[in-house]
């Protein structure tokens, strides 16, 4: 499809301009998306204040959670065809290099990020129309589905943390993915302590099913405050740091029992670092671990709790707002005012 479209264009630290650019050309074995819904991302965020490492070419469209029709399909492509309402994710595994071959697909080497949600049209690249996009079933709505992404890294971070039924899991951060690891604890049949400055965001964790709240802006010791809501204070199962930030990652470690499963899952600013007991390590043997990013099967599983209506993908959408808004968008998840805004174009 030739012509041009309406984009919000990465210029740079703060310079995202709402302009016109080139509808993406698409190739064999590739598709075009009319995007209907595209969600705001704390990366995005992230992004917008600073500049971000896989955004670096000037002009470049972004945003990467999306869900739309499909506009025009190239040759070779069999799965899909135009009007299909699909999702996909913002990218897809080689299934060739050394990480792939020792199925750690989301160390692939070859990762390339598909951007350009805040746009009207986006290309989906081969790799990801073949292994991780999908038809969206009637009774879900664009933006529910457009949480597959997120939804798929919080999948991932879960299966990782070793939750039993019954087991107490403090969750540090309730921003959208905070919100996502609570709901999917609850799924496991978990215990939730979610831990936040915001009363807010708190009030959001219980809806999700968080059975106690801790304003660490009101507790002296947030640490103790989970420990105390946990059997003879010993700490607790599973502590995850949803928040990405050093401090909070040190108080995550501490809140474990012996034997605890710490998931440290946001990701902090590059060059930083934390401090840590070695005793912790040693004598508690706790399993302390990170987890990036999403594998297609993940992908798979994040897209069937999304169908089934297992997970209230529509709860983490705070409001409607139009394309040219994306700025202001970003802005309010900045401060921390709602949990994530549906882009319509
Ligand atoms: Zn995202
Ligand atoms: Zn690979």
Known sequence: MKGKM???????????????????????????????SALTCGSDLK?????????????????HEWAGDIAEIGKNVDNFKVGDRVVAVNSAPCFK???????????????????????????????????????????VEYKEAALLEPLACVVHGIEESNIEAGDVVAVNGAGPIGLMFVALAKLKGAVVISADLSSERLACAKNFGADFTINASEVSDQVQAAKDLTEGGKGVDVAIDATGFPKVWETTVLMGRKGATINLFGGCKSG???????????????TIKGVYHHTPYYVKKAFKLIASGQINSAGFITADMPLEKVVDALELIGLQKGIKYNITT
């Not at 309406?6 to 998306?33: C, H």
């Not at 930083?272 to 004598?283: E, F, K, Q, R, W």
């Open 97 to 139: 290099c050394y990480y792939c071959k020792l199925e750690r697909y989301s160390m692939c080497e070859n990762i390339v990020y598909n951007n350009g949600a805040y746009a009207e049209y986006i290309k989906i690249p081969s790799s990801i129309l073949k292994i991780n996009t999908y038809k969206i079933p009637d009774g």
């Open 47 to 63: 992004t917008y204040k600073r500049g971000h490492p896989t955004m670096i070419e000037e002009g470049s469209v972004f945003g």
């Open 6 to 36: 309406k984009a919000q264009l990465f210029y740079g630290a703060e310079d995202v301009r709402y302009s016109t650019t080139d509808i993406p050309k698409i190739n064999d074995g590739e598709a075009l998306v009319k995007i209907r």
């Open 272 to 286: 930083t670092s934390i401090n840590i007991d070695t005793g912790l390590i040693h004598y508690c043997e706790l």
